[in-house]
């Protein structure tokens, strides 16, 4: 199975690209794994958040193969514990799909298509963390979920 994470942003402060990086690089021992940043829609403080959640959707949906299993991370989705976390992503790989797709949607969240692409929803926290932020939380969370499947020692209960 591969892993692929999706989001949409500039270029983050040093510190956010360097922890994605190493984060994305010890992934590497696990599954094969890249990070898609795609570029942000041109004047988006000047659209309305519904058309600006709409192009955004356009962007990610032209990145997906039809088949794709799309996770999004959003506030509605389902929270799960690491070690559950590990589980489900186990679980996925038992079905035999050959790409999950993770998706971090922009300020405004998701458009309507993007929901009705999406296989399955994601809830990372309650609290709203930054779009920079999240991918270094996320890249973690991954890699943590891997050690726990690889029964190595990163992750302590």
Aim: positive net charge; charged residues 25%.
């Amino acid at each position: 199975m591969k892993l692929r994470c999706l989001s949409i942003g500039k270029s983050s402060p040093r510190f956010i690209d360097d922890a994605v990086k190493e984060y994305s690089s010890r992934m590497g021992k696990y599954v094969s794994f890249d990070w898609v940043l795609l570029t942000p829609v041109k004047n988006a403080t000047r659209l309305p958040a519904a058309e600006l959640k709409k192009r955004e959707g356009q962007a990610m949906l032209k990145t997906l193969h039809p088949k794709d299993f799309v996770i999004i991370l959003d506030e509605k989705g389902k929270s799960y514990t690491s070690r559950e976390f590990a589980a489900y992503l186990e679980q996925l790989t038992h079905r035999s799909i050959k790409q999950v797709v993770f998706v971090i949607g922009g300020a405004y969240g998701f458009s309507q298509e993007m929901y009705e692409r999406a296989n399955a929803k994601l809830c990372l926290s309650d609290m709203t963390f930054s779009h920079q932020l999240i991918r270094v939380i996320f890249a973690e969370q991954l890699f943590r979920a891997y050690s726990i499947i690889n029964n190595d020692p990163y992750h302590n209960d």
